[in-house]
């Protein structure tokens, strides 16, 4: 299976192939890291330097209202929807998912009574981990108080004290996913909300939100949506909470009417009253342009095409010289159980990240021990995956990894 002319029979009928022009991707780069930062687009490029040369250099501060900058984060969140399986008005683009899940978990906390419970899973983004604790500090232990499962125990640990469910739906260590809408249900069974973070999952993985009657999820700007470092995060509301839900960063953005300046704070009745502060233009003007290369995309064409790299990746792998067996798989072995990444664990992640780095083949490393490979659909060809797995296998099986320079590490890994 897969050799070199099956492969490039796959590349010659892949209908994403003319996609991989519209990515600012150096030639000579295999990019697996787009689940960290997604590339640069032309499109972003093209959304921003009209914001800078067009907008701001030209119509200062009129731009506001004649660029329609104070529409952007509905919408740049108008493109989100479509992709995650919402309604428009129920998405908006605003701050980092850090920021926004304080919002989200004590929405979810003033919605649910008596209860104060959060229940999350002990192997969560740590950012996650962290603001429910913050929050728990904040508002004392009798109104909030984490609770850490392992994730086989997500199901059994709930029950009618439980008043939020706060998970990850793609690991970003082992790129396990959990079955959302499975979940969910038997979330609300027991009267518990459930805040779904999809950092991992958005421009990756077909989503349906309205359908699967999640209460409230957070997703990135950077990674699968390819939004540039930094970029705004998004908010979901299920349109059934957005009339009774409050949330407690009562900035004048999320003001019924901030340009009337009245001293009183009351909030939106839309998706609006998330936003917080001025949103960053320049930032947004990124996401929204890059937003523009999922048009006339399919989510489930972009599946399948992931599931196909991550086959084509193993399968050569697999059949490549003696690979070592201290390189393992760590993402579940079923397809629906996967994300848009692979896992593995080695002894010397670290330094076989770099070594694949030195090779142009872009991956990272999370420790202790952890390499992660990216497949994103709408840039990589079957022949970069199966060359990216070719020089995994070099590398295992020359040792390269052991040279000296690749032990030295950066702040940011
Ligand atoms: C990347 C990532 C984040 C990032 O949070 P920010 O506050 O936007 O930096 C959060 N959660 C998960 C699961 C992530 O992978």
């Known amino acids: 299976m897969h050799t070199k002319d099956q492969i490039l029979e796959l590349d010659r009928t892949d209908t994403f192939a003319h996609k991989r022009k519209e990515f600012l991707i150096p030639e000579d780069v ?25 907008e701001w250099q030209t119509d200062l501060i009129a731009s506001w209202n004649k660029h329609h900058w104070i529409d952007l984060p509905k919408k740049t969140a108008d493109k989100i929807a479509k992709l995650i399986g919402a309604k428009g008005t129920s998405v908006t683009c605003c701050d980092s998912i850090s920021v926004n899940l304080f919002k989200l978990i004590n929405a979810a906390l ?3 009574d008596n209860r104060k419970v959060v229940v ?16 728990q500090s904040l508002i004392g232990k009798h109104r909030c108080e984490l609770k850490t499962v392992t994730k086989n125990r997500i199901m059994s640990s709930l029950n009618h004290e439980v008043a939020v469910l706060l998970l990850t739906h793609v690991d970003f260590r082992t790129g396990e996913m959990l079955d959302m809408q499975r979940i969910t249900e038997q979330a609300h069974k027991n009267g518990t909300l459930v805040i779904w973070d999809l950092a991992h999952s958005a421009g990756a993985v077909p989503l349906q939100l309205d359908r699967w009657k999640v209460d409230f999820a957070v997703g990135c700007g950077y990674k699968y949506l390819n939004g540039g470092p930094g970029s705004p995060a998004f ?33 939106a009745e839309s998706i609006d009253k998330f936003l917080c502060g001025t949103p960053p233009i320049l930032s ?26 991550k086959q084509c990746f193993l399968t050569t792998l697999k059949n490549s010289a003696d690979i070592p067996s201290d390189l393992k798989l760590v993402t579940p072995a079923n397809p629906l159980q996967q994300g848009s990444q692979l896992s593995f664990t080695h002894e010397y992640a670290y330094e076989l990240s770099q070594a694949l780095i030195e090779q142009k083949v872009i991956v990272d490393f999370r420790a202790p021990n952890i390499v ?42």
């Open 284 to 309: 947004l003007a990124a996401l929204n342009g890059a937003l523009d290369v999922f048009q006339n995309v399919r989510m489930k064409n972009v599946r399948e095409k992931s599931e196909a790299l």
């Open 235 to 267: 908010v979901y509301v299920n349109e059934q909470h957005l009339e009774n839900v409050e949330q407690p960063l009562s900035g004048w953005m999320g003001h019924k009417s901030p340009f009337d300046f009245r001293a009183q704070y009351q909030p």
């Open 30 to 54: 295999i990019y697996l890291d787009g689940n960290s930062l997604g590339p640069s687009t032309k499109a972003a490029r093209a959304s921003v330097t009209k914001a800078l040369n067009e």
């Open 372 to 413: 992660r490979f990216g497949f994103t659909p709408l840039y990589l060809s079957f022949d970069n995956v199966h060359q990216a797995a070719t020089t995994l296998s070099d590398i295992l099986v020359n040792k390269t990894f052991l040279a000296e320079r690749f032990k030295t590490r950066s702040k940011v890994t």
């Open 120 to 135: 999350s899973e002990e192997n969560n983004f740590p950012t996650d981990l962290y603001i429910t604790q913050g929050i």
């Open 110 to 112: 003033s919605l649910s």
